[in-house]
C-alpha cells in the first residue's frame, strides 16, 4: 500500500503549531494516568500474592485459576491478562489518548508531528488494533465473572453482609459495564451497520438497543477513565486488607 502524506504534518517541524492555547497540558493527565497505571498493574500482575481476603477477589485476578498454580510457576494472574489488556489497548478511544500522549502522533490537533508519512493502522504492529470486536466479546465474558465475585463479595461465611470492599467491588464491576456497554463496536454490532431500521429484521428492537447504546457511547471517555481508576483501586483495596495493612469495616 502506497504510504500518503500526512497533511496535518507537511511543511510543519515537530510540535509546530499556530495554535495559541496550551494543548500540551491535556497530554500530561493522560501520560500520568495511564502510565501510572501500566505500571501499577504490570507489579501487581507478576506479584503473585495478597489478590483475595474473605469474600473478596482482586479484579486483576479473576478469574482466579487455580490459585495453587502447582502446574504454572508465575502468577495466575498473568494466566488472564491478555483479555482485559487487549481490551483497552484497542480501545478507539484509548488509541487515540496513548498515540498522542507517548508517540505524538500527532501530538494534538494542528501541531506538527515527527512523521511526514501516514499509513494509519494497515502495517504490523497496528494493524492489530482491528481485532478490537472480538476483545469485546472477551470483555463481555470477564464482566460474567466479576459480577458474580461483586455478588459473592455480599457473602460473610454463613451470612450475607456489606463491608467496605463490598461496595469498592461493586462499584466497579458496575462502571467497567458502563465502560463496556458503551463502546463503539458494541454500539455498531447493535445497529450501526444498518442503513434502514424498519427493512431489517427485529428492526424496532435493534433501534432501541442502538439508541440506548449511543447515550451511553456519548459518555465513553468518562467510563474508560473512571473504569481505569476504579479497577486498580479495587485491587489496591483488595491487596492493602489481604496484607493486613488496612481492616475492611463492615457496615451491615
Known sequence: MAELVNPS??????????????????IIPVVVLLGGFGAYATLRAFEGRF????????????PLIDPNHHWWAFSPALLILAGPLGFRATCYYYRKAYYRAFFADPPACAVGEGRKTYRGETAFPFILQNVHRYFLYVA?????????????????????????????????????????LSCHSLRHLAGGKLDCFSCAAFG????????????????HMLFAWASLLSVGFADLYVRLVSCGAIRDVRLL
Open 51 to 62: 489478590y483475595e481476603w474473605g469474600p473478596y477477589l482482586s479484579p486483576f485476578y479473576s
Open 140 to 180: 463481555v465474558l470477564f464482566l460474567v465473572f466479576l459480577w458474580r465475585d461483586a455478588i459473592h463479595a455480599f457473602s460473610f461465611g454463613a451470612s450475607v453482609g456489606v463491608g467496605v470492599g463490598t461496595l469498592v467491588l461493586l462499584g466497579n464491576v458496575i462502571l467497567l459495564t458502563l465502560y463496556t
Open 9 to 26: 504534518a507537511a511543511g510543519r517541524s515537530f510540535g509546530e503549531t499556530q495554535r495559541r492555547d496550551s494543548w500540551w497540558v491535556e
Open 204 to 219: 424496532a428492537p435493534h433501534y432501541k438497543t442502538w439508541q440506548w447504546l449511543s447515550v451511553l457511547n456519548q459518555r
